[in-house]
C-alpha cells in the first residue's frame, strides 16, 4: 500500500504548512541523495560529506558544530521559550562494496557505495531541517539534528559524539532507518529490543601438523574444529531460553592447502547475535568454554578471542508510543505495522541508553528486483526519504 497522499482531517495547521514544504522538497531531497550516492565515502574516511552537511546548514541560518566526535555535524534549530528539545539523527558513511548497480546515479569512487542507504537517512534529516526553517513560526522547540559518521564500523561514532555533548539538553532522541526489503510506503514501529547486540569472534586450533597418511602420528585441527563447530550450536539449542532470541553462526573456516598434508592451524571465525545482556554474557561464556574443552580433550589447543560490538538497541515505550501516533497521523492503519525484532547491529543503541527515544523503519522496497543491504546492487525507492521526514515532523508535533 502507498502512503496516504491527503492528510487526515484532524491535523492541526501548523503540521499542514511543515508537510507541504515537506512535499515541495521532495526532489531536492532526491538530488541530495543522488550527490551523495555518487560520492560515498567509508567509515572515518568521511572528508566532503560532513563539508556539504554544515555548508546546508549555514546557509539555513542554523548554528553548526563540525568535527563533533571526530567528523560528525551537529546543527540546532532553536525557537524562544522552547517547551523541549528534541533530537533526531541521521548517519552518513559508506560501504567498502562495488557499486554494481545500473543507474545514472552509480557511485564514481571505485570499491565504495552507498549500500546501506545512509544517503537517503542524510537527505532526509536536512529536508527536515529546511522545513521547520520555512515554517520557524509554527515549531514550539528545539531541535538538534545529529549526523553521524562511522556507523558500519565499530566502535562507530555515536560514542564520541555523545562523548563530545551532542545531546547535551536534549530530552528525547528518534532515528530511523530505510528498508529496501520492507514494502515501499509502510513503517515500522518497535517497542523495546529492535535490533540485537553484536560480537564477533575467531578461534585459532593448534594441534601437530602431519603426513595425510599418517593421520594417528597427527593431531588434526580440522577434525577439532569441525567438532567445535558442532558443539557451538547447543548454545542455542540447549543453553538458551527457547523464548530469547540468540543467533551463534560460524561465518569462515580456513585450514591447509595441500589434500595429503594435515596443517597445523585452523581458524573459524563468526558472530554472535543477541538482546538480553544475560544471553550475551552466557553466549560468550559458552563459546570459550566449549572451544577450549573440546580442543583439550582432542589433544589440541584452541585460543580465543572475542570482540564485542554494538550494544542491542533498546526503544523507550513512551517515546516509541509517540512513533505509532505520529504514524498513524499521517498513514493508514494498514501501513502502520510492528516490526519483529532484526539482528543487524545499530549503534544508535548508545542515544536511547543516554536519553529517551526510539529508532524506527521506513519500508524502501524498489519496484523491480529488490536486493538487500550490503548487497552491491543495493538500491531503495526514494519516497521512503519523504516519508521519513513527514514522521520526524509528526513526531515533533506530537509534542
Known sequence: MSPQTNLKPSFDEDLQSCLATLESLSSEMTEIRRHLHQHPELSYKEVETPKLIAEYYRKLGLGVRTEVGGRGVVATFRVPDPVKTIAFRADFDALPIQDEKVVPYKSKIPGVSHAC??????????????????????????????????????????????????????????????????????????????????????????????????????????????????????????????????????????????????????????????????????????????????????????????????DALWNHPEETKVVKKAMLTLFSEEDVLETPPVMPGEDFSYYTQHVPGSFFFAGARPEGEAYPHHHAKFDFDESAMLNTAKTFLAILHKY
Open 117 to 310: 542507504g545512509h544517503d537517503g537517512h542524510t537527505a532526509a534529516l536536512l529536508g527536515f531541517a529546511k522545513s521547520l526553517v520555512e515554517n520557524k513560526d509554527r515549531i514550539r522547540h528545539d531541535v538538534v539534528l545529529i549526523h553521524q559518521f562511522g556507523e558500519e564500523l565499530y566502535p562507530g561514532g555515536a560514542m564520541a559524539m555523545i562523548k563530545d555533548g551532542c545531546l547535551e539538553g536534549v530530552d528525547a532522541i528518534y532515528g530511523c532507518h530505510l528498508q529496501s526489503m520492507m514494502p515501499s510506503g509502510r513503517m515500522y514501529y518497535r517497542e523495546g529490543y529492535i535490533q540485537a547486540a553484536v560480537d564477533t569472534f575467531r578461534i585459532a586450533v593448534n594441534g601437530k601438523g602431519g603426513y595425510g597418511a599418517g593421520p594417528h602420528e597427527a593431531v588434526d585441527p580440522i577434525v577439532v574444529a569441525s567438532h567445535i563447530v558442532t558443539a557451538l550450536q547447543t548454545i542455542v539449542s540447549r543453553s538458551t531460553d527457547p523464548l530469547e532470541q540468540l543467533v551463534v553462526s560460524v561465518g569462515s573456516i580456513h585450514a591447509g592447502d595441500a589434500n595429503n598434508v594435515i596443517p597445523g592451524e585452523a581458524v573459524l571465525t563468526g558472530t554472535i547475535r543477541s538482546y538480553a545482556p544475560e544471553t550475551r554474557k552466557m553466549a560468550r561464556e559458552k563459546l570459550i568454554k566449549i572451544a577450549s574443552s573440546v580442543a583439550d580433550a582432542l589433544d589440541a589447543r584452541a585460543e580465543v578471542e572475542l570482540e564485542s560490538g554494538y
